[in-house]
């Protein structure tokens, strides 16, 4: 089996949430599988000069309107959060620690995590709130409270964001098959071509 | 039949390039035609506070290989021109007057500039070179020269630009049907999706 694709996505990024509810499916009819990266996108954001997309004049106004429609065209709940958009910062460091502890639990981990952002609008960066989506997929309240302040966590998301930095990864989602970067939730028909003729 | 789709581009922008390439195919089916408007990113980047793309920082370099790749996608002539960006003043100015005056030479001249840049790196800005695109689509050469320097047409370049800000266009290729808005070259299956649905 060829090495994991790596999926990078922010927890706060709407296109990052439209491709996690597909990149898995997208790329298993090739024999792939899918490591999924949070990362933080302010560190990007500083280093490439771009700012939150809602903050733009004109891009502003149209991404809003655009997850609303991408949502209603993929049937996902959407409603955008209030505050908008948030450092997720102890969802991605919980995630990280459920995929070393438990790793079935941390993909299911993420979507619920995505789905109450972008569907409920919870706080998912607060410790209780994360602390109840982690309890929601059937891990414990505590252990995930515990963990996501340990030193040993908040190295690990910052070694995960400082190599995606160092691939290049400047958005969410960033897909990275076998070294070729492809960046967008829009890119999933380019991903596929690419994995059917080999990388050509 | 019904109002046509109006699709905006710079000459100067490679994703506008490969969306000019496509346009008119993809919506044929649907009984639309489509009514292009050359724009210049410029002041629609003053606006926005954007950067052209390859002077961003990590999202350049990978900017360079996507058109590089797209364009082996979708087989089309592919040299990164240089200087890069341009301010595609006359081009664009050559375009409208065309429109005006032989409508069924205009997207011929448009797409014979876009391939003498991205093809062939031409100054596509300089007048001689204007001439010479719209004398090998069938133009006289002195009526363009001296049409591309008259008050009128130049006014009429601010207005199209003007007219396109005022619309919330903010990038290229940008597509409106009907009022919805459509931004980028990767968006032409939700475009198909719309029409197909009547805009849903």
């Not at 429609?69 to 997720?88: C, E, G, Q, S, V």
């Amino acid at each position: 089996m060829s090495d994991p694709i790596d999926f990078y996505f922010d927890f706060s990024s709407p296109y990052g949430y439209f491709a996690a509810a597909r990149i898995d499916f997208v790329v298993a009819p090739f024999g792939r599988d899918v490591r999924w990266h949070p990362i933080l996108l302010g560190p990007a954001m500083d280093k490439s000069g771009n700012q939150p997309l809602i903050k733009q004049p004109a891009k502003g106004d149209y991404s809003v309107h655009d997850w609303e429609r991408l949502a209603r065209f993929m049937d996902l709940p959407w409603a955008l959060p209030d505050p908008f958009p948030i450092a997720t910062v102890r969802t991605a460091r919980a995630f990280y620690w459920i995929s070393e502890t438990q790793p079935d639990c941390a993909k299911p981990f993420a979507m619920a995590a995505y789905r109450a952002y972008f569907g409920d609008g919870a706080a998912i960066n607060d410790a209780d709130v994360v602390a109840d989506i982690a309890a929601g997929v059937g891990l414990d309240r505590q252990a995930v409270s515990d963990a996501i302040e340990t030193p040993e966590i908040k190295q690990r998301l910052r070694d995960e964001v400082d190599a995606a930095l160092a691939r290049g990864v400047f958005g969410s989602p960033f897909v990275i098959v076998d070294g070729e970067p492809f960046w967008g939730a829009d890119r999933f028909w380019m991903i596929k071509r690419w994995l059917k003729s080999g990388g050509w």
